[in-house]
């Protein structure tokens, strides 16, 4: 598959979906069914890496540590999400030259106080406007490349309502947010109202979390509302959570995994998935000395 860079296809009018990833295997699963960008949740790593909630537990050192490796693996744009830049202004430069190199092509940044937490979870407290707005600054300012996206996030909406979220958005776009994400509008209205406010202004995400506060919307609806971009970003944790239940409530039942079998690759077929002949071949590709 062609790869286009995240800031070519953000600039078409389709929409990109974006499904959350949480390391290189499942990086590697969604890109072999086609999508053209991958998101990266601190929520993801939370889930997996931890076994805990999006609350703020996870550091910048984890989440690049994950980035790296699935940069490594992927050659599809990876959008990483960076939380509140873990700090001040400072801190979010560091993060950007950071995540940038392992590979991001986009960084989200939003607009929480620290810790932070998942953006459908209550009880959310943010920083004032105006040092949110110092921060995208500083994000553009770290960049190394133009075509490295930075998507600013506001989770307003939940906090103070959906007027201070909107004129918080428009204060990150004038600070010079490439991509505008307001989290968790209530309603179907509120998603329009949204593109109404921006449109032809600045790309528009949105994020769909299967159980939260926003209406789950198919891409082609979204695309028709106005929105360029769209993540869901924890559905692969909670079908794999679901399986992974599953399977040990059977494996514990019945001693043995066979009432799994049909939900499951075997040993070949996760090799096959994985590349493993390949790998080995290229290897031994090696070991006759030929220059």
Known sequence: MAVTSL????????????PGVYDALTASIAESCGFEALYLSGAGIAYTKLGRPDIGLVSMSEV????????????????VDADTGYGNALNVQRTVKLFEKAGASAIQLED????????????????????????????????????T????????VAVDGFEAAVERA????????DILFIEAPRSQSQLGEITSKFAGRAPLMANMVEGGATPVLPAQ???RLGFRLVIFPGGIVRALARTATDFYTA??????????RNSMYDFDGLNELLGTAGILAHGKSYEDGAP
């Open 221 to 223: 609806q979204l695309e």
């Open 64 to 79: 690049a540590d994950t980035l790296t490796h699935i940069c490594e693996r992927v050659r599809t744009p990876v959008i």
């Open 7 to 18: 800031c070519e296809r953000i600039a078409k009018p389709s929409i990109v979906v974006a």
């Open 149 to 156: 996206l930075i998507i600013a996030r506001t989770d307003a």
């Open 170 to 177: 428009n204060m990150f776009l004038e600070a010079g947010a």
């Open 112 to 147: 929480q106080t620290f810790p932070k937490r998942c953006g459908h979870l209550n009880g959310k407290m943010l920083v004032d406007a105006r040092e949110m707005a110092g921060k995208i600054r500083a994000a553009v300012d770290a960049r190394a490349s133009d075509n």
């Open 251 to 260: 494996l514990k039942r019945d001693g043995t995994s066979d009432a799994m």
